[in-house]
């Protein structure tokens, strides 16, 4: 991967930022290289010397970073584990997730994990987190033996503002964030679904097919919403989800309707760092032209 510093950062910021522990263990997949789309990360793998980015977007991934390092360098309460790396091997294949805080009780286990995140993650259910989260249960409970009782999130929000409102707005910078728990039975079904969707998707490659499309989910679709408009105002009267419920409402307010197309956002913000390379996006964009 190619790192430019555009904004002439400070070279002591710019190493920091740059230096990446990271490890999958000697795991073939870790649980969030499982969560990642297989095209992603296969294209990721096939051009990660031309890939480029700016030393200022891995802004939040350095916080994020920085803040491990200093929980890391806490002294832990007696009945807490930190980042602790869990292997165990599904239909023959070895995986593994680094587990941010196992933290014991009577009870059980209750399995934490840190984020540095908008406010926006904590407002709407992530289906991520929950995937995540679900995963180091099923490996806590499989490879140690131990019951876990609990999920949780403690998200440090990045954009939260005490002026903030509005339905499930935060009420503090930092909260905590209960997780939904799934069977062993569940997880293990999911396991199974993703580690099938990332052995196609390279079977697909070293056969030299097409890789499986991305799905709208991964893609981060946004929804197409309609706009009932009126000529001589500029915004919109209401904008609504539905075709018909927006034709109906035109009718009513003597306008018309304008058809908003949902965009994929991974694709179109490069999220996902490989749009260039890839041909579903490519030919949609060039469909569109
Ligand atoms: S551009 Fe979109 S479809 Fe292509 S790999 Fe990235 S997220 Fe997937």
New binding site residues.
């Given amino acids: 991967m190619k790192i430019t510093n555009k904004y002439n950062l400070p070279e002591a910021l710019v190493n920091a930022m740059l230096k990446d522990d990271y490890t999958k263990g000697a795991s073939e997949y870790s649980v969030t290289g499982l969560l990642q789309?297989p095209?992603?990360a296969l294209?990721r793998e096939q051009y990660d010397d031309q890939i480029e980015i700016d030393v200022s977007d891995k802004m939040f991934t350095f916080l994020g970073t920085a803040l491990h390092k200093v929980l890391e360098a806490t002294v832990m309460p007696d009945n807490c584990t930190f980042e602790e790396r869990l292997h165990t091997k599904v239909d023959g294949t070895s995986i593994s997730g680094a587990i941010d805080v196992q933290e014991r009780s009577a009870f059980g286990t209750t399995i934490w994990d840190y984020k540095v995140t908008s406010v926006w993650s904590v407002i709407n259910e992530k289906s991520e987190w929950v995937e995540q989260l679900n995963m180091y249960k099923w490996l806590v409970e499989t490879v140690k033996g131990e019951r876990v009782v609990g999920l949780k999130i403690c998200a440090f929000l990045r954009d939260w503002s005490k002026n903030g409102n509005g339905t499930n707005y935060p009420e503090a910078s930092i909260v905590t964030v209960d997780i939904p728990m799934w069977t062993a039975t569940e997880t293990e079904a999911f396991i199974m679904e993703r580690l099938n969707a990332h052995k196609k998707a390279k079977m697909a490659r070293d056969f030299g097919e097409e890789l499986p499309?991305?799905s709208n989910a991964?893609?981060w679709m946004s929804e197409t919403t309609f706009a009932v408009k009126r000529e001589g105002r500029k915004t919109a009267i209401r904008v609504l989800t539905d075709i018909d419920e927006a034709k109906e409402m035109a009718i009513k307010e003597n306008g018309y309707v304008e058809t908003r197309l949902g965009e994929?956002r991974?694709?179109a913000g490069n999220y996902?760092q490989?749009?260039q390379w890839?041909s579903?996006?490519k030919g949609e964009a060039n469909e569109s032209a």
């Fill in positions: 789309p095209k992603v294209l499309p991305c991964e893609r994929p991974r694709c996902c490989v749009s890839c579903q996006y």
